[in-house]
């Protein structure tokens, strides 16, 4: 596909008719010549050898976007995904690599391809999986949450279980807290930014409990009316930029008292009149947060950097797979001036570098090298790797 000029994303779909039954299991191989540039090319292009002879029999997806450097060349992500939901599909199973040899100058692979018994759906069409933090949340009024089990660290790990129960996320929580609704921006973003960094998270969610009152001056709030009012704000977490900011508001009546022997997110929690508000409001914003991040593409980071072989944090847990390739970009710390009076800001500029394929892939992190072509680029820790489009779903 190096060849094809390519300006936007696309989908091309090969399609072949089969039969329905039990599951049908082939193997494949694929070979290439081992040149000047390497054993990890050959084994690379061996196995786009045997994916092609698959793609022959099983319907698949080729996701393909592409990118410019500064020098002129063309700089491509894909990746291959069987089809879910073809009426006229084999709807065959992820290749699997069974072994690898290499004979004289030429370096082979065997692969399997499974078509799927039943005929059900797959996962396969999903996006990479991203990651997600969550920062302790503040509270503007300690005395408000007194019968709350630890609502600034419970009420963000709850959002994130939800988000991580819809299988498109990574999640993992910490507790330091980023400052929410200050003046400071800079001090704000470059806050998130660590926080990224120390989790190897694409996005920082955190958030403030505006308000958790009752009308009744009741410290038990057993009776009266109370509210609940929250700020829910998502970071990327290259920049520490605030992305969206969703205010939710919910409120109940009657008995309102939650009691700190109910732990938080439990059924007991979740049974008293307040604890189903929190409920209502979670759900909502495990809903807004997706949507204020669909667009922004994956990408995860460099964190190594061996001979040939460059190493980055997303592995098979982010459904990354051998065979993808992802664009490389370099990263450039600037300092932007907006006046004579105001504080300069420093930012990192990102520049597209190459290519990288991924040969080797662990749960948590890949091994990729730069395709051929690629010249004397220079890939270094902390640039970023990214997959220019989301998937395209059928």
Partial sequence: ?????????????LLFCSLPG???????????????????????AAIED???????KNGVALEISNTVNAKGALLESSRIRTISNASNASNASNVTLLREWQVKNIFYVRVKSASNESGRNTDTDQKYKRKITSTLFSIRNLSQTQDIDNIALELPRELLRRL???????VKATEYGAPAGSNDTTQSNNDVRRISALHGSQFVVSGEVIDAGNSVKDSFFRSGKRWLEVDFMIHDGLTGSLLARHR???????????????PFGSASFFSTNFGQAINSMMTEAAKLIPKDIEQIPFSARVIRVSENKIYIDAGSTSLIEPGDSLVAYSLKKEIIYTNALASN?????????????????????????LAPGSGDVQIKVGDIVRFDKTWFKN
Avoid: C, W
């Fill in 1 to 13: 596909m190096k060849n094809l000029s390519i300006s936007h994303f696309f989908v091309m779909t």
């Fill in 22 to 44: 039990k599951a049908d299991v082939t193997e494949y191989e694929g070979a290439a010549l081992i040149t000047s540039t390497g054993i990890d090319f050959a084994r690379q």
């Fill in 50 to 56: 045997a994916k092609n002879k698959v793609m022959l």
């Fill in 164 to 170: 991580e129960d819809s299988n498109n996320f990574l």
């Fill in 248 to 262: 939710l508001s919910r409120s109940v009546e009657g008995d309102t008292t939650v009691g700190r022997n109910k």
């Fill in 345 to 369: 800001n420093a930012v990192e500029t990102e520049t597209p570098m190459a290519s990288i394929s991924m040969i080797q892939v662990q749960p948590l992190f890949s091994i990729g090298t």
